[in-house]
């Protein structure tokens, strides 16, 4: 070691030792008459400090603070734990720094030994009351009782006694005296006592108040589960009852509650006011019934009815870590028989998957965006993962196994292991994991004592520093802020990867009778935690993994690989068992094909994606039952991009030449179109498509299906009839002109031929008929693949009419015949497929019909809104909820369109912009001319969307059309899921489900555009 003459380690010395700024040291450690030879046992232990320069300052500001300084030298140079233990604790924390500054006395709370014990629960009771003059023996001890100070005196006197303790258990804690377990412990049990000496001193403030109460404090979350952090709220919950009233008299319930209440707003002031020692923590009650809506107090009895009416599954998850802390301690114990017996029964309720995936939600939820790889607590990998799994399998498997039911997380998954529900090793794992993280989360709240389970960001000025100091303290000492950040990154990995295989790897074992030397879930175990994750049938769902996982087969050992993270997934989706059942016929459908389990296993985004779909959408599982192969489009975004009109008639016009028979090359167009319907209904699933777009995917797909089959059924009759005799055209109408097709929607067409020059109209016509009949056959021929439904009733004279006109006749029927709502209907028309000239022209007959010059007149205005109001009272079918139907409905898709159309009517023979067959277009264009506000024209612009997400969501989910929201809540709540209403941030005091939540969008939106359409439709 380098030395000067004298020999004082020099500063280079120092900087060897740790010390960052090692001529400063050199000064500090002589001015404060520390020996710094090379044998210095205090420079030893400074060295061995966290951060060696903040310990030796902290050490000489006590020094210089102290009345004796000699006294604390001399103690240092005799007693090596008392080095250790003060250097540490100055080298890690500023804030029990500046408490030794503050009573520089108290470094002897560090020294002998019961510096080095662990006290019990109830010395460390005892000593708090004592420090308060309560009697610690009196069931209601009362401050003061031994002296009179004042109260203010008293609560200063109980605040600094706390951090004395502190300060000690802090001392053994960084020495590694104390393990977390027990570190833990006692700042819980310590927490306790000083809610204890609190009430004491509110009691004291209050005398009448405590006269006419019982008052018991219930801990919950970490303080409840003897497992709390150095700073960390301390939930809690309040039960009282009316003391035994003199005389007899009978007990006014409603004031002893009143009296609770003061005595306990007095108690939690204590812990979180501000004096010389700080804030301590916060007392927050925010767990009990209501929530922060409900009263501060309450009696047995109204908890009692809270929680077997009213409480949700999380409440009772919350729940699970319940233990009397302070208080009248009968009561507390009454509370707990009430409370246990419905917390052990809640995995029961019906309710109980999606309460707890909500709960999870809320959780990733509360992450500031940027943070979540910072974060101890929330952030994935971290501590709440890991709570999370060891509550949700004592939820399932503790309604049963009594020795499954304690609060605290690592004495539930030691419970867990050892009675066979979780793996020895992963139990061990997560026990390592999860130590490691509250050991760090602990250093990182002892720096200043307050509330953080964010990691240092490396890029802050003082990030390198910190990082550092958290690495030394953990014992990194080569390069320890890489050693931590590696360190870190392997426990949050294998934290999740422990999260997703305790609660499904077991399930595997259960059902795929693999060899393992651990205790295998029984039957009845393995259904009860499938019916947790939400399965309805958790036979069925067993016996669809078994099939899949049983086996030597490469195939089986992937899908022993896949299932634990696809369990997970299929839990969360809206219809797990349709999801595990879809996902075992892709899989079969497939067979040993190589790329689609190895797909599956190296892209964790199509597993999981394919886990959504297959349990959200029944329409989307049977287009994939119908081409599995499919499953590849959901490895890439672009694959999964609307493709355009040109590109998809490319590939028509490709497969019409690759086939002999008109059959064969329209059922691979038709194929190319189910291909096309399963991109989009995953683009919408999967929010990568809006709902403008999934309409004009629609559209334009149906509409190149119809050209190709135009294209070869007229091939074949002219063919037939050896000459071509009239050129031919199909027509869109309605959603289908519009652009706007859904996925239950027909294809509403007419039909249009010209006979050619010196052509019989007669042979013409029957040659026309014979095109379309043959394109109708073609279109709807039994096929694997989904048929395209064409409806010609929007053709003059409906039905009545003939199927086929020339465009001779339509000239003269519109001409002659034509009534406003078949000029209103022609708005949507738009000539698709078939002669580009016959389509051009047709096109220029009916736009002088659909945009009248002038305007239509006032007579066809009243004709107009007749006709809307007829339709609303007639054609709602019977029994439908006129606030529900998505069509016809109150602010639904025709109340917004038929606005739309009336502005068209009136005024698209001045506004070019306006003559387009898109609602939204129309919408807009009228917005830009001055006909509609800007701010009506997004209302209904809003609900239109809104109702037609919803519309085409009703299919993807059910499998079939419908045009009403279904009255099946459950159903509903898939649809939610389906539109991404599930992924709202909820409120922890507003138990809204997706349902309700879709439920009131919809009312809302349709409500105003109501009022819109009635004011603008209506009115002049």
Same mark, same amino acid.
């Given at each position: 070691?380098?030395?000067?003459?004298?020999?004082?380690?020099?500063?280079?010395a120092?900087?060897?030792?740790?010390?960052?700024?090692?001529?400063?040291?050199?000064?500090?450690?002589?001015?404060?008459?520390?020996a +710094?030879?090379?044998?210095?046992?205090?420079?030893?232990?400074?060295?061995?400090?966290?951060?060696?320069?903040?310990?030796?300052?902290?050490?000489?500001?006590?020094?210089?603070?102290?009345?004796? @300084?000699?006294?604390?030298?001399?103690?240092?140079?005799?007693?090596?734990?008392? =080095?250790?233990?003060?250097?540490?604790?100055?080298?890690?924390?500023?804030?029990?720094?500046?408490h030794?500054?503050?009573h520089?006395?108290?470094?002897?709370?560090?020294?002998?030994?019961?510096?080095?014990?662990?006290?019990?629960?109830e010395e460390?009771?005892?000593?708090l009351?004592?420090?308060?003059?309560?009697?610690?023996?009196?069931?209601?001890?009362?401050?003061?009782?031994?002296?009179?100070?004042?109260?203010?005196?008293?609560?200063?006197?109980?605040?600094?006694?706390?951090?004395?303790?502190?300060?000690?258990?802090?001392?053994?804690?960084?020495?590694?005296?104390?393990?977390?377990?027990?570190?833990?412990?006692?700042?819980?049990?310590?927490?306790?006592?000083?809610?204890? +000496?609190?009430?004491?001193?509110?009691?004291?403030?209050h005398?009448?108040?405590?006269?006419?109460?019982?008052?018991?404090?219930?801990?919950?979350?970490?303080?409840?589960?003897r497992?709390?952090?150095?700073?960390?709220?301390?939930?809690?919950?309040?039960?009282?009852? @009316?003391?035994?009233?003199?005389?007899?008299?009978?007990?006014?319930?409603?004031?002893?509650?009143?009296?609770?209440?003061?005595?306990?707003?007095?108690?939690?002031?204590?812990?979180?006011?501000?004096?010389?020692e700080?804030?301590?923590?916060?007392?927050?009650?925010?767990?009990?019934?209501?929530?922060r809506?409900?009263?501060?107090?309450?009696?047995?009895?109204?908890?009692?009815?809270?929680?077997?009416?009213?409480?949700?599954?999380?409440?009772?998850?919350?729940?699970?870590?319940?233990? @009397?802390?302070?208080?009248?301690?009968?009561?507390?114990?009454?509370?707990?028989?009430?409370?246990?017996?419905?917390?052990?029964?809640?995995?029961?309720?019906?309710?109980?998957?999606e309460?707890?995936?909500?709960?999870?939600r809320?959780?990733?939820?509360?992450?500031?965006?940027? =943070?979540?790889?910072r974060?101890?607590?929330?952030?994935?990998?971290?501590?709440?993962?890991i709570?999370?799994?060891?509550?949700?399998?004592?939820?399932?498997?503790g309604?049963?196994?009594?020795?499954?039911?304690?609060?605290?997380?690592?004495?539930?998954?030691?419970?867990?292991?050892?009675?066979?529900?979780?793996?020895?090793?992963?139990?061990?794992?997560?026990?390592?994991?999860?130590?490691?993280?509250?050991?760090?989360?602990?250093?990182?709240?002892?720096?200043?004592?307050?509330?953080?389970?964010?990691?240092?960001?490396?890029?802050? %000025?003082?990030?390198?520093?910190q990082?550092?100091?958290?690495?030394?303290?953990?014992?990194?000492?080569?390069? %320890?802020?890489?050693?931590?950040?590696?360190?870190?990154?392997?426990?949050s990995?294998?934290?999740?990867?422990?999260?997703?295989?305790?609660?499904?790897?077991?399930?595997?074992?259960?059902?795929?009778?693999?060899?393992?030397?651990?205790?295998?879930?029984?039957?009845?175990?393995?259904?009860?935690?499938?019916?947790?994750?939400?399965?309805?049938?958790?036979?069925g769902?067993?016996?669809?993994?078994?099939?899949?996982?049983?086996?030597?087969?490469?195939? +089986?050992?992937?899908?022993?690989?896949?299932?634990?993270?696809?369990?997970?997934?299929?839990?969360?989706?809206?219809?797990p068992?349709?999801?595990?059942?879809?996902?075992?016929?892709?899989?079969?459908?497939?067979?040993?094909?190589?790329?689609?389990?190895?797909?599956?296993?190296?892209?964790?985004?199509?597993?999981?994606?394919?886990?959504?779909?297959?349990?959200?959408?029944?329409?989307?599982?049977?287009?994939?039952?119908?081409?599995?192969?499919?499953?590849?489009?959901?490895?890439?975004?672009?694959?999964?991009?609307?493709?355009?009109?040109?590109v998809?008639?490319?590939?028509?016009?490709?497969?019409?030449?690759?086939?002999?028979?008109?059959?064969?090359?329209?059922?691979?167009?038709?194929?190319?179109?189910?291909?096309?319907?399963?991109?989009?209904?995953?683009?919408?699933?999967?929010?990568?498509?809006?709902?403008?777009?999934?309409?004009?995917?629609?559209?334009?797909?149906?509409?190149?299906?119809?050209?190709?089959?135009?294209?070869?059924?007229?091939?074949?009759?002219?063919?037939?009839?050896?000459?071509?005799?009239?050129?031919?055209?199909?027509?869109?109408?309605?959603r289908?002109?519009?652009?706007?097709?859904?996925?239950a929607?027909?294809?509403?067409?007419?039909?249009v031929?010209?006979?050619?020059?010196?052509v019989?109209?007669?042979?013409?016509?029957?040659?026309?008929? +014979?095109?379309?009949?043959?394109?109708?056959?073609?279109?709807?021929?039994?096929?694997?693949?989904?048929?395209?439904?064409?409806?010609?009733?929007?053709?003059?004279?409906?039905?009545?009419g @003939?199927?086929?006109?020339?465009?001779?006749?339509?000239?003269?029927?519109?001409?002659?015949?034509?009534?406003?709502w078949?000029?209103?209907?022609l708005?949507?028309?738009?000539?698709?497929?078939?002669?580009?000239?016959?389509?051009?022209?047709?096109?220029?007959?009916?736009?002088?019909?659909?945009?009248?010059?002038?305007?239509?007149?006032?007579?066809?205005?009243?004709?107009?809104?007749?006709?809307?109001?007829r339709?609303?009272?007639?054609?709602?079918?019977?029994?439908?909820?006129p606030?529900?139907?998505?069509?016809?409905?109150?602010?639904?898709?025709?109340?917004?369109?038929?606005?739309?159309?009336?502005?068209?009517?009136?005024?698209?023979?001045?506004?070019?912009?306006?003559?387009?067959?898109?609602?939204?277009e129309?919408?807009?264009?009228?917005?830009?001319?001055?006909?509609l506000?800007?701010?009506?024209?997004?209302?209904?612009?809003?609900?239109?969307?809104?109702?037609?997400?919803?519309?085409?969501?009703?299919m993807?989910?059910?499998?079939?059309?419908?045009?009403?929201?279904p009255?099946?809540?459950?159903?509903?709540?898939?649809?939610?899921?389906?539109?991404?209403?599930?992924?709202?941030?909820?409120?922890?005091?507003?138990?809204?489900?997706?349902?309700?939540?879709?439920?009131?969008?919809?009312?809302?939106?349709?409500?105003?555009?109501?009022?819109?359409?009635?004011?603008?439709?209506?009115?002049?």
């Amino acid at each position: 070691m380098a030395r000067d003459e004298r020999g004082t380690m020099t500063a280079g010395a120092l900087a060897r030792r740790g010390f960052g700024d090692s001529a400063r040291a050199l000064r500090l450690l002589s001015e404060a008459g520390i020996a +710094a030879g090379p044998d210095s046992a205090v420079v030893d232990a400074l060295a061995q400090a966290p951060d060696p320069d903040r310990a030796l300052l902290g050490l000489v500001r006590v020094l210089e603070a102290g009345n004796d @300084p000699i006294e604390l030298l001399e103690a240092l140079d005799e007693d090596r734990d008392l =080095r250790l233990r003060l250097c540490k604790v100055l080298g890690t924390s500023t804030a029990l720094t500046d408490h030794l500054v503050r009573h520089p006395g108290d470094w002897r709370e560090l020294r002998g030994a019961d510096a080095a014990r662990a006290p019990g629960p109830e010395e460390l009771r005892l000593g708090l009351l004592h420090t308060v003059g309560a009697d610690p023996h009196s069931p209601a001890p009362v401050a003061g009782t031994s002296d009179n100070r004042p109260v203010a005196e008293l609560r200063h006197a109980l605040r600094v006694a706390y951090r004395r303790r502190v300060l000690r258990l802090a001392g053994r804690d960084l020495i590694g005296a104390a393990t977390l377990d027990r570190t833990a412990a006692e700042l819980s049990d310590l927490a306790a006592a000083l809610l204890e +000496a609190s009430l004491a001193v509110a009691r004291a403030e209050h005398p009448e108040d405590a006269a006419l109460c019982r008052l018991a404090v219930i801990g919950m979350g970490k303080c409840g589960g003897r497992e709390l952090n150095y700073v960390s709220d301390v939930d809690v919950v309040f039960v009282a009852e @009316p003391a035994e009233a003199e005389g007899g008299d009978p007990p006014d319930e409603q004031r002893a509650m009143r009296a609770a209440t003061r005595l306990a707003t007095a108690m939690m002031r204590i812990p979180s006011d501000t004096d010389a020692e700080g804030t301590l923590w916060e007392v927050d009650p925010a767990l009990r019934p209501e929530g922060r809506s409900g009263p501060l107090v309450r009696p047995l009895s109204g908890h009692r009815a809270y929680y077997e009416r009213w409480a949700k599954t999380w409440e009772f998850q919350a729940l699970l870590k319940a233990r @009397p802390l302070a208080g009248d301690s009968a009561l507390g114990r009454a509370y707990m028989d009430v409370i246990t017996p419905m917390v052990w029964h809640s995995s029961a309720r019906k309710d109980f998957v999606e309460d707890v995936q909500a709960m999870r939600r809320r959780v990733l939820d509360h992450i500031p965006a940027g =943070r979540a790889e910072r974060e101890l607590k929330l952030g994935p990998g971290g501590l709440r993962d890991i709570e999370f799994s060891v509550q949700l399998l004592q939820l399932v498997h503790g309604r049963t196994d009594e020795r499954l039911r304690s609060g605290n997380t690592l004495e539930a998954l030691e419970a867990l292991s050892q009675h066979g529900y979780v793996g020895r090793r992963d139990a061990a794992g997560l026990a390592d994991a999860y130590r490691f993280l509250r050991r760090l989360e602990h250093l990182l709240q002892l720096e200043r004592l307050r509330r953080t389970h964010l990691v240092p960001d490396p890029s802050d %000025p003082d990030g390198p520093d910190q990082l550092r100091l958290l690495g030394r303290a953990l014992g990194f000492t080569a390069d %320890p802020v890489r050693e931590l950040t590696a360190a870190r990154r392997r426990v949050s990995g294998e934290v999740r990867r422990l999260h997703e295989k305790l609660f499904y790897r077991p399930l595997l074992n259960a059902v795929a009778r693999l060899p393992d030397e651990e205790k295998r879930l029984s039957p009845e175990q393995a259904r009860d935690r499938m019916e947790a994750l939400g399965f309805a049938d958790p036979a069925g769902a067993l016996r669809h993994l078994e099939s899949l996982t049983s086996g030597l087969s490469r195939r +089986a050992a992937i899908q022993r690989t896949l299932l634990p993270v696809m369990l997970g997934w299929f839990s969360d989706s809206p219809d797990p068992d349709a999801g595990l059942l879809g996902f075992r016929q892709v899989s079969e459908a497939l067979g040993t094909t190589p790329w689609y389990l190895r797909l599956l296993r190296d892209d964790v985004r199509v597993a999981e994606r394919m886990a959504w779909l297959l349990g959200t959408s029944r329409y989307v599982t049977e287009l994939l039952l119908r081409a599995p192969e499919a499953v590849a489009m959901l490895a890439d975004d672009t694959d999964l991009a609307r493709r355009g009109p040109g590109v998809l008639a490319a590939e028509a016009a490709a497969a019409l030449r690759r086939h002999d028979t008109a059959e064969d090359a329209v059922a691979a167009v038709r194929a190319l179109r189910r291909r096309e319907l399963l991109r989009t209904a995953a683009a919408d699933l999967l929010g990568a498509a809006p709902v403008q777009d999934v309409g004009t995917a629609l559209t334009d797909i149906a509409a190149v299906t119809i050209d190709a089959a135009l294209r070869a059924a007229r091939s074949r009759v002219v063919a037939a009839d050896g000459e071509e005799l009239t050129r031919v055209c199909v027509v869109a109408m309605g959603r289908f002109g519009g652009g706007e097709l859904t996925y239950a929607s027909d294809a509403d067409v007419m039909y249009v031929h010209d006979p050619l020059p010196g052509v019989d109209i007669a042979a013409a016509t029957r040659q026309a008929m +014979a095109v379309f009949r043959e394109l109708a056959r073609l279109l709807e021929m039994p096929a694997a693949e989904p048929p395209l439904q064409v409806d010609t009733d929007l053709r003059p004279e409906g039905r009545s009419g @003939p199927l086929v006109r020339t465009l001779e006749s339509y000239a003269a029927y519109y001409r002659r015949w034509s009534q406003v709502w078949e000029s209103q209907a022609l708005l949507r028309a738009r000539p698709i497929a078939g002669d580009p000239g016959l389509r051009e022209a047709f096109t220029d007959l009916i736009d002088p019909f659909r945009y009248p010059a002038g305007g239509i007149d006032s007579s066809s205005v009243l004709e107009i809104r007749k006709l809307k109001a007829r339709m609303e009272a007639e054609r709602l079918p019977r029994g439908a909820d006129p606030t529900l139907h998505t069509k016809l409905g109150r602010g639904g898709l025709s109340d917004v369109e038929w606005v739309a159309q009336l502005i068209q009517l009136r005024h698209a023979h001045e506004c070019p912009d306006l003559r387009t067959t898109g609602t939204l277009e129309a919408l807009e264009a009228a917005v830009a001319h001055g006909f509609l506000g800007a701010d009506d024209g997004d209302v209904l612009a809003e609900a239109w969307c809104l109702a037609s997400r919803v519309r085409g969501m009703v299919m993807l989910v059910r499998g079939r059309g419908g045009d009403s929201l279904p009255h099946d809540l459950r159903v509903r709540a898939a649809l939610a899921a389906g539109m991404g209403l599930d992924d709202a941030e909820e409120d922890a005091d507003v138990q809204e489900g997706p349902a309700e939540r879709l439920t009131q969008l919809y009312l809302n939106a349709t409500r105003r555009a109501r009022a819109v359409m009635e004011r603008v439709f209506y009115d002049d």
